[in-house]
C-alpha cells in the first residue's frame, strides 16, 4: 500500500491551511506551526543553537513583528511542497512525509 498523498489543500484563513489526504485523513496547520518546523538547513542550525542571552534584546524586522501568514504554497514534484511565509522565508521543502508526520503529532496533542 503505498503512503497517503494530500488530494486538497484549503486556505481556512490567512494563517490556517487544511490538508485532506488520500486515506480520508484531515490535518489542520498553522502558519507558525509550519514555520517553527521549517526543515531548512538555517532553520535546523537556529533550532539547535544554545538560547540566546536573556538580557539581550533581538531586533525584529517589520515582516518578523507583523502577524505570520502562509504568503504561497506551490508543490515541488510528487514529494514535497515549497512554503512561502509573510516573514520573506521561503526556501524549505516539506515532503509529503514531513507534513504528515507535522500533522499526526498536531492531531495527538
Known amino acids: 500500500m503505498s503512503?497517503?498523498?494530500?488530494?486538497?489543500?484549503?486556505?481556512?484563513?490567512?494563517?490556517?491551511?487544511q490538508i485532506d489526504w488520500s486515506d480520508g485523513v484531515q490535518h489542520v496547520?498553522?502558519?507558525?506551526?509550519?514555520?517553527?518546523?521549517?526543515?531548512?538547513?538555517?532553520?535546523?542550525?537556529?533550532?539547535?543553537?544554545?538560547?540566546?542571552?536573556?538580557?539581550?534584546?533581538?531586533?525584529?524586522?517589520?515582516?518578523?513583528?507583523?502577524?505570520l501568514t502562509i504568503a504561497g504554497m506551490r508543490p515541488v514534484g510528487a514529494y514535497a511542497y515549497n512554503i512561502a511565509f509573510s516573514d520573506g522565508h521561503d526556501s524549505g521543502l516539506f515532503t509529503m512525509e514531513r507534513l504528515r508526520e507535522l500533522g499526526a503529532a498536531i492531531a495527538a496533542s
Not at 3 to 17: E, F, G, K, S, V
Not at 41 to 53: I, L, M, V
Open 29 to 67: 496547520f498553522t502558519a507558525r506551526g509550519l514555520r517553527e518546523a521549517c526543515p531548512c538547513a538555517t532553520c535546523r542550525e537556529k533550532r539547535s543553537a544554545p538560547p540566546p542571552n536573556p538580557m539581550q534584546l533581538t531586533v525584529l524586522s517589520s515582516a518578523e513583528a507583523r502577524p
Open 3 to 17: 503512503a497517503p498523498t494530500p488530494t486538497a489543500i484549503h486556505r481556512l484563513a490567512d494563517d490556517r491551511i
